[in-house]
């Protein structure tokens, strides 16, 4: 465990776990349990959910959010980290898909995965998603940050954390600077990357029904997977922006598919953010 200045504690996956195991810190199970909108019933079954939420041994830092005044976990956020080898199990196929285009980075990380960020709906709206990003982006310098949402909120709080030295890909287009000249170029080595970085999930856990599905009609702007602590919803297009709404549109008309063939699975859109020093390498990989 390491402790910041201010009210984000860092942990390594076996020591969150083992004080899991423990009894210690509660708060964080119903976090997990209740955060991502489905309720997960069970003393045993919550307990097991957080330990999942949080066993990558040797792969990933957990940031935890402490309250100032009573010092409960109010937040937490997992970066499932892929180092820049060839045997790292997203990292290597990432590397190969940088050599390909021609892209030479040297840093120790080459990404870090969104494994999970939830925030005590207490305490929302007050900037502390954004801080945990903030955080762990400064703390493990990652050439890019890694994820997949639905969430209007999740999109604006990674926005917000990450555009002053990152651009956003959301929706297979560029979100955080609409207006840049090679923005074609960066969505598509960005979305590109998502896919080559879990080719094994999607060759070998993908659902066949969903795999011809997202193939025939919607391509690598939406894909979907199997969750358990998201629920099988349509997002409000009334909440968000309406430079947004042709994606969620695509999300929806996947989730409503997902749904009537009885397939279990989630509708989301990659959410990729490449380093503005990297980025600036790419314009060239697509002419």
Known sequence: MKESSSRIVTYEPNALVSEIESGYFPELIRLVSEGYGKVIRGEKTREKKTIQEFDYPGRAKIYLYKDGNTNDIIGYFTAIIWKNEDNDKRGGYLR?????HKVKVNDRNLAFDVGGIVIDPRFRGQGIGPSLIRYATDDIN????????????????????????????????????????FSDQVAQFATESFYKARQIYYTKELTKDASELLQSRYGKAVHASPQELVPFDKVDLSTVPYSLQPAFSEINAV????????????AWSP?????????????????
Not at 271 to 287: G, M, P, S
């Open 142 to 181: 990652p050439v890019m940050v890694v994820g997949q949402t639905k969430n209007p909120a999740a999109i604006f709080a990674r926005t917000k954390a990450l555009s002053d030295k990152y651009i956003l890909v959301w929706g297979g287009k560029v979100i955080s600077e609409p207006n840049l000249d």
């Open 96 to 100: 190969s898909h940088f050599r390909e």
């Open 255 to 266: 989730q409503d598919e997902l749904n009537a063939k009885n397939i279990k699975m989630v």
């Open 271 to 287: 959410l990729v953010a490449v380093r503005k020093d990297v980025a600036a390498k790419i314009q060239n990989t697509y002419r």
